[in-house]
T-cell receptor, first 116, second 113 residues
């Protein structure tokens, strides 16, 4: 079974621009979560989507948003980029919440975003 | 809300030596406990998990962890490490009812020849 894939793997943007990151979950997984990883703040939860609906949201400003499509693929958008948004953005998928081994989350390789 | 503290930011050891990476957590609700490993320029890989039952859990690559409810700890151990175990290790918790993972700050394990 193919793992979680994220595109692009690397991205360089300028302050003030916006960016969209993509995540394709493991086949059959319907929940997708996003995390931000920085040297200063560590790994922080951004949000989770299930069946095209946001189920949970971390403590991030409204510039960070996401969506999920009917095929479970998810995108994350950051508008008006700031230098502090430079980070590794990780996506994780799991099976239907409350069923089977849904407590296990599988991570993709991440997208490294650099804001200059 | 949950919080996780990894007591050592860096742990250097020699090859074939035993290692213990320490993790304490705090939560007002019942939680699942996890250890993840991250190699350079990669995502997170699940090493092992504690859900319930036996407090000693075994994972991949020869790692094991022991859940101690009274001390709210979940320390990771390996009896003999290899150079290839050099990586960053993260302890994490999630509430039974949710999926949000709360991570510790990470421990960089460096195995020297």
């Amino acid at each position: 079974k193919a793992g979680v894939t994220q595109t692009p793997r690397y991205l360089i943007k300028t302050r003030g621009q916006q960016v969209t990151l993509s995540c394709s979950p493991i086949s059959g997984h319907r929940s997708v979560s996003w995390y931000q990883q920085t040297p200063g703040q560590g790994l922080q939860f951004l949000f989770e989507y299930f069946s095209e609906t946001q189920r949970n949201k971390g403590n991030f400003p409204g510039r960070f948003s996401g969506r999920q499509f009917s095929n479970s693929r998810s995108e994350m958008n950051v508008s008006t980029l700031e230098l502090g948004d430079s980070a590794l953005y990780l996506c994780a998928s799991r099976s239907t919440p409350g069923q089977g081994r849904s407590y296990e989350q599988y991570f993709g390789p991440g997208t490294r975003l650099t804001v200059t | 809300a949950q919080s996780v503290t990894q007591l050592d930011s860096q742990v250097p050891v020699f090859e074939e030596a035993p290692v213990e990476l320490r993790c304490n957590y705090s939560s007002s609700v019942s939680v699942y406990l996890f250890w993840y490993v991250q190699y350079p320029n990669q995502g997170l890989q699940l090493l092992l998990k504690y859900l319930s039952g036996s407090t000693l859990v075994k994972g991949i690559n020869g790692f094991e962890a022991e859940f101690n409810k009274s001390q709210t700890s979940f320390h990771l151990r390996k009896p003999s490490v290899h150079i290839s175990d050099t990586a960053e290790y993260f302890c994490a918790v999630s509430a039974y009812s949710g999926s949000r993972l709360t991570f510790g700050e990470g421990t960089q394990l460096t195995v020297n020849p």
